[in-house]
């Protein structure tokens, strides 16, 4: 993902509303969810977006529609960000309010720089830029919507190799962090700044990467959780790992970054990870970890190219509905379409071709799988390597929806636990393999047979026999 520095404050502009009534305490209640994993967070969306337009709660739709679209900035799911975006935009002119619409423009402004159409993108910018110039007064959601802009602005000269005036936009937002007179909210907006900054020098300067990163790490708080952010500095710390040649380092962080970037739901370091994860196991000569994340990457890459094409078709039915665009720039638009597509037919036709290859050998059972894979899988335990899952998941496909299907809240860690015991594993066994007391490994099955609501005169082992 190219424009893996940029992680959007757009969330941060709209938590400060004393909140009386029970909806207003769902939606606040969501916003902190969110900040902790937003998969969970985002499933309630769409029933309080509902409940707010049947009871006429103008203010909080529009709260709510805008931490849609944080959601789906943050997955790149562009078609989706583009089309909630305008939603967005259309209800907050209705209702009046700018503010919001501002910030719907920062949302289509990214929608479509990361479709390539940077002029598209200026222009919703400097719409959004007019907008909040009206502003009557600096509150914290007009300060936080200009600093989006010039997070914005950086972004395109970024997406253009640009860097330095990417870097100079974000140290521009840095220094405006001064009109923030709360301790907190400051070294909250610099840690996400720093973050940003270290990303970008990532790409000219290594030992400036190193020395931003640590600056946003020693401001992390638990009073301010931004498991994207932690994610995103994490893949940092590994990049410069990797650069310094210190692969245990840097294979230790790449792991972190992995593990909250599964759980939270973050796309936007996301191919970045998978490509240095493959080239860090390749490195110590593990081909089949190295491949498990070459063909993440590769799954990744094409469900990007298909959003991309889906977000452009939508572009072209508006481009094609409005008088104000030029022809040349339809033609741009339809020629950039068309090359999409012929990408994506002719990664379809490849993975379909593979699949058929791969239908004409004779199909292994379960447990045939299981028997071929379990000495594998059991080392993968003792390394603590993220390749279990996955290697997992080949043999028992559905295991994960099925356990989601109980319990939506489950995590990464539990889930992986809930393997183990998928494996017929005993406390001991676990406990050896994980490094971690008999107690502990006790514990950890009580409080899931808790979540997963097992009988009591159930066998735990019993019970995971049959999902």
């Keep these: 993902m190219k424009k893996q520095y940029l992680i959007v404050l757009i969330l941060c502009c709209f938590p400060f509303f004393n909140f009386g009534q029970s909806l207003n305490q769902r939606i606040q209640e969501n916003r902190l969810l969110f900040q902790k994993g937003m998969d969970s967070a985002y499933i309630q969306l769409n029933e309080l977006i509902n409940e707010a337009v049947e009871t006429n709660k103008h203010n909080e739709e529009l709260i709510l529609l805008d931490r849609k679209c944080h959601y789906l900035y943050n997955i790149t799911d562009l ?115 720093y973050s940003n900054l270290a990303n970008i020098y990532l790409k000219i300067n290594i030992d400036s990467a190193k020395y931003y990163v640590h600056k946003s790490i020693a401001l992390e708080s638990q009073k301010y959780s931004q498991l994207n952010i932690t994610g995103s500095n994490f893949y940092v710390l590994g990049k410069v ?93 339809i020629g950039v379409a068309v090359i999409v597509i012929l990408i994506i037919s002719i990664l379809l036709i490849y993975f379909l071709r593979k699949r058929k290859l791969q239908a004409i050998t004779p199909i292994e ?32 496909p559905d295991f994960r929806n099925n356990l989601l299907a109980i319990n939506t809240e489950l995590n990464i860690s539990e889930i992986t636990f809930c393997a183990l015991l998928k494996l017929n594993l005993s406390t001991k066994k676990i406990a050896q393999l994980t490094f971690i007391e008999t107690r502990t490994v006790q514990n950890k099955k009580h409080r899931i047979r808790k979540k997963l609501s097992i009988p009591k005169e159930i066998d735990t082992y019993n019970w995971f026999n049959s999902i």
């Design 365 to 396: 059972t379960e447990q045939e799988k299981l028997a071929k894979n379990y000495d594998k899988l059991l080392e993968l335990i003792k390394k603590d390597d993220p390749a279990f899952l996955s290697n997992f998941e080949e043999i028992f």
């Design 79 to 193: 078609n989706n960000l583009l089309t909630t975006s305008q939603e967005l935009e259309k209800k907050a002119i209705k209702y009046k309010k700018p503010v919001y619409q501002a910030a719907a423009n920062l949302y289509l402004s990214e929608s479509y720089s990361m479709n390539d159409m940077q002029e598209k993108a200026l222009e919703c910018l400097n719409i959004a830029e007019k907008l909040i110039e009206k502003a009557p007064e600096i509150t914290t959601n007009v300060f936080y919507i200009k600093s989006n802009i010039l997070l914005s602005q950086g972004n395109i000269y970024y997406d253009k190799k640009e860097y330095n005036k990417a870097i100079a936009k974000i140290k521009t937002v840095i220094k405006s962090g001064k009109l923030l007179t709360d301790s907190i909210m400051y070294n909250q907006f610099q840690f996400v700044n």
């Design 241 to 333: 790992n990797q650069h310094e040649n210190n692969i245990p380092d840097a294979l230790r962080n790449y792991k972190k970054s992995y593990h909250i970037i599964e759980e939270y739901g973050d796309g936007l370091i996301r191919s970045d990870l998978y490509r240095s994860l493959q080239e860090v196991y390749t490195e110590l000569g593990k081909a089949d970890s190295a491949k498990i994340y070459g063909d993440k990457l590769k799954e990744y890459e094409l469900l990007n190219l298909q959003n991309k094409y889906k977000s452009l078709k939508t572009i072209i039915k508006e481009t094609d509905d409005s008088t104000k665009e030029s022809e040349a720039t339809l033609l741009l638009i």
